[in-house]
Antibody, heavy 121, light 113 residues
């Protein structure tokens, strides 16, 4: 069974930094593309970033490019999101999501339970 | 960026009755491999999203056959043949066809009458 468990969220002041982690199990993590998606309180889903299976290709939403960095440690089956220069509008639940196998067909996203990040003074 | 427009944004359905949600894309989601890259997700209250349908019409593992997806190109529909109480939540369409960015519809909230 696919399991994705996010951690590292919490309260941070504007301009501060936070590092989210997503521990993966139940699948061959090192072969899968991975994403971060966020959801502001009472709002819809917004894609944040994607990393390919070996970390050599990373893409970002315009709203976070230059401030957020996605990375992964395939030896530890863990996905990361380094968030710098945080703003109030970054306040959201952040979800880790599993995408397709590098050499497989697309079969949709599997999601973690999410972690809340609150940016406030 | 591809814009996905869902309708209706809210629906109230009697248990046992059918329900239908539309998702219209600003761009063609039919790719050269012959597949329509459009997913449907359900977010139940207080939970994370759950995959229902991928590539337009493929039910995800464990999803009841009363859920079905159809459509091609720019017009897609999610249908629930007989709504049950557990179907309450917000339904989102999402396109992974032309990224970045991956984009979601606004969400359609289903409640039970």
């Amino acid at each position: 069974e696919v399991q994705l468990v996010e951690s590292g969220g919490g309260l941070v002041q504007p301009g501060g930094s936070l590092r989210l982690s997503c521990a993966a199990s139940g699948f061959a993590f090192s072969y899968h593309y991975m994403h971060w998606v966020r959801q502001a309180p009472g709002k819809g889903l917004v894609w944040v970033s994607r990393i390919n299976h070996d970390g050599t290709n990373r893409i970002y939403a315009d709203s976070v490019r230059g401030r957020f960095t996605i990375s992964r440690d395939n030896g530890r089956n863990t996905l990361f999101l380094q968030m710098d220069s945080l703003r109030a509008d970054d306040t959201a639940v952040y979800y880790c999501a599993k995408d397709r196998h590098d050499s497989g067909a697309y079969v949709g996203f599997s999601w973690g339970r999410g972690i809340l990040v609150t940016v406030s003074s | 960026d591809i814009v996905l427009t869902q309708s209706p944004l809210s629906l109230s359905v009697t248990p046992g009755e059918p329900a239908s949600i539309s998702c219209r894309s600003s761009h063609n989601l039919l790719q050269s491999d012959g597949y329509n890259y459009l997913d449907w997700y359900l977010q139940r209250p207080g939970q994370s999203p759950q995959l229902l349908i991928y590539l337009g019409s493929n039910r995800a593992s464990g999803i009841p056959d009363r859920f079905s997806g159809s459509g091609s190109g720019t017009d897609f529909t999610l249908k629930i043949s007989r709504v049950e109480s557990e179907d309450v939540g917000v339904y989102y369409c999402m396109q992974p066809a032309r990224a970045p960015p991956y984009t979601f519809g606004q969400g359609s909230k289903l409640e039970i009458k």
